[in-house]
C-alpha cells in the first residue's frame, strides 16, 4: 500500500477513467459519458437552481496521508473528508471533488495541507462514490456493503482544530458519509 503524502489529482483522473473504462466490469455501465473534475472551493451547500439542475453532494471519509511543508513532519489520518457534487443530465456525467486539508499540530502554522492517498483508498473512495451515482442517477437499489467490509481502527480523537473541513462545518466525522442531497 503507498504511503504518499502528496495530492496528486492525476492519481483521482486515472482511477476514475479506468473504473469507467473497464468494457466486460464498469462501474457506470449505462452509456452515458463521466467526468471528474477538482473544485478546491467546494461547499456542502446546493443553491436552489443547482438542485433544479439535478446535482447531488456525497461526503466520503477515508485515509490519507499528510506532509507539513513547513516543519515536514508527516502524520496519518482515518477521517479525511473528500466532498463531491454529482449529477447526470442529457447523457452526461459530472462529478466535481474537493478535498480537505489538515493542519500540522507541530508547527502550528494554520496552514491546511492536502491530503496524499493510496491508489487502494482512491479505488475505494471513488466505488463509493459509483454506488451513490447507481442509486441517485439509475434508481439502482444499493447494498449496504456496496464496497466490501473496511477495517478502521481509531487511535487518535479527531482533531477538530486541525480540519480544514470542521472549520467550514462539512466535516464527515459525525454523519460518517452517507450524504444523500
Not at 38 to 52: G, I, P
Request: with cysteine; glycine share 6%; proline share 3%.
Amino acid at each position: 500500500m503507498g504511503q504518499s503524502t502528496d495530492w496528486v489529482p492525476s492519481l483521482w483522473m486515472d482511477t476514475f477513467a479506468e473504473l469507467l473504462d473497464d468494457d466486460d466490469d464498469s462501474e457506470l455501465d449505462y452509456g452515458d459519458q463521466w467526468s471528474l473534475n477538482f473544485n478546491y472551493s467546494l461547499t456542502d451547500k446546493l443553491a436552489m437552481n443547482e438542485r433544479k439542475k439535478g446535482w447531488k453532494i456525497y461526503c466520503y471519509s477515508g485515509f490519507a496521508n499528510f506532509q507539513c511543508a513547513s516543519c515536514s513532519k508527516v502524520w496519518h489520518s482515518a477521517k479525511v473528508t473528500l466532498l463531491f457534487h454529482y449529477r447526470l443530465r442529457s447523457e452526461r456525467g459530472s462529478v466535481i471533488m474537493r478535498p480537505f486539508g489538515q493542519a500540522c499540530r507541530s508547527c502550528n502554522n494554520n496552514q491546511f495541507e492536502l491530503p496524499g492517498f493510496s491508489q487502494e483508498e482512491v479505488e475505494r473512495a471513488l466505488l463509493r462514490l459509483f454506488a451513490k451515482i447507481r442509486k441517485n442517477c439509475y434508481g439502482e437499489e444499493q447494498d449496504s456493503d456496496d464496497c466490501g467490509p473496511v477495517d478502521k481502527k481509531f487511535t487518535k480523537p479527531h482533531e477538530k482544530s486541525l480540519c480544514q473541513a470542521c472549520s467550514q462545518g462539512i466535516c464527515c466525522q459525525e454523519d460518517d458519509d452517507d450524504d444523500d442531497d
